[in-house]
């Protein structure tokens, strides 16, 4: 069993900043790979960024390339989402999650454990 403590959230204007932080409990981390999807009321959920156990390989939405950068920290057990240039529609819910299977990273259904989710807003 895996439990997800995401961290971060809040407002900033357009343009700005913001650095989610996921906290996994438990000696197993470093086995799965980690992702950060979004999900705003009443839309589906959408892949933002995902890391390799190692961290060696990264994976990101079109949408974001180029301004978000996912990290992990395998002996403090905890990924990171750094958001840059950030814009209104970045605006919803973030949710951290574990994917045991380390692949298909970015797909929502292979991910096996989720955080309860840090809600982002960027004002104009």
């Known amino acids: 069993q895996v439990q997800l403590v995401e961290s971060g959230g809040g407002l900033v204007q357009a343009g700005g900043s913001l650095r989610l932080s996921c906290a996994a409990s438990?000696?197993?981390?470093?086995?799965?790979?980690m992702g950060w999807f979004r999900q705003a009321p009443g839309q589906e959920g959408e892949f933002v960024a995902a890391i390799s156990w190692s961290g060696g390989s990264t994976y990101y939405a079109d949408s974001v390339k180029g301004r978000f950068t996912i990290s992990r920290d395998n002996a403090k057990n905890t990924v990171y989402l750094q958001m840059n240039s950030m814009k209104p529609e970045d605006t919803t819910v973030y949710y951290c999650a574990a994917n045991r299977s380390n692949d298909y990273l970015t797909d929502c259904a292979f991910y096996n454990y989720w955080g309860q989710g840090t809600q982002v807003t960027v004002s104009s």
């Open positions: 438990g000696r197993t981390f470093i086995s799965f790979a």
